[in-house]
């Protein structure tokens, strides 16, 4: 994969995806080989804090501001990882895992960083130039990186609470009950024989009876509820103020090379 200087700087931040276009994580540094060609990058994939996954840069492609590589989403996140922030060069041991977890043919052993930068301007015709120590000196350009993880925290408690309540049941229920009526009939002639006269006091007994509602509750299972937790991932914007170093030279105009 050849790319620029530009590209390479351009490389950091940008977000990497599998061969199906799921998002792996974002590139945190590049590695190059001896002869200065971008070899490797690190995947910030959120998961293991401090650490970054090692990812081949030889086979992924660049495109639409994204870096695909041609393996699934666990491949990568499961490679040997990094330091995050590291500046240390990738040891022979490391080489040799990356290799064998990606399935590739041993390369050179790469060095960190970008490839270096172009040639500095040298002597004017006629000119010699000896430096020595003392003829040197210099200041280190400083600047902050945004490094940007998760860290998980309670976001609150989801609870099952379950309590009675009471409702008012309105309903019918047939019910009987006895009622009495009375009956007058004359003694015929026809059936005076079956009737004996007797003057006297006398008493008859009718029991009656009557039904009234009897109520009965019975406790059945209507419903089931459960508490089931999702997890879902979601891009959230982060804002932030990083500060970086200039330095400007003031060189006397006399003394000032062409260049």
């Known amino acids: 994969m050849n790319l620029t200087e530009q590209q390479i700087r351009s490389l950091y931040g940008q977000d990497v995806q599998d061969r199906s276009g799921a998002r792996i994580g974002s590139v945190g540094q590049v590695w190059a080989d001896a002869a200065g060609e971008p070899t490797w990058v690190s995947v910030k994939t959120g998961v293991m804090g401090h650490h970054e996954s090692m990812a081949p840069l030889t086979t992924a492609r660049m495109q639409e501001g994204r870096l695909t590589m041609p393996y699934d989403k666990a491949t990568v996140k499961s490679a040997p990882t990094i330091d995050a922030g590291t500046d240390e060069p990738l040891g022979a041991d490391q080489i040799t895992q990356l290799y064998a977890h990606y399935g590739m043919s041993q390369q050179p052993t790469p060095k960190p960083g970008p490839p270096p930068g172009g040639p500095r301007p040298g002597p004017r015709p006629g ?101 089931a937790r999702d997890e879902v991932v979601e891009d959230q914007p982060v804002d932030e103020r990083v500060r970086r170093e200039r330095i400007d030279a003031d060189v006397p105009e006399p003394s000032r090379r062409r260049a």
Do not use: C, M
């Open 127 to 227: 000119q010699q130039e000896r430096r020595t120590p003392q003829d040197q000196q210099e200041l280190v350009r400083s600047e902050e990186r945004l490094r940007v993880g998760t860290q998980s925290e309670p976001a609150g408690t989801a609870r099952l609470r379950k309590y009675v309540v009471t409702e008012d049941v309105h309903t019918t229920v047939p019910v009987e009950h006895d009622e009495v009526r009375v009956e007058r009939s004359p003694v015929t002639s026809a059936d005076a024989g079956d009737v004996r006269p007797d003057i006297g006091e006398a008493e008859r007994e009718l029991t009656l009876r009557r039904e009234r509602p009897v109520v009965r509750k019975d406790q059945v299972p209507v419903e089931r509820v459960r508490l």
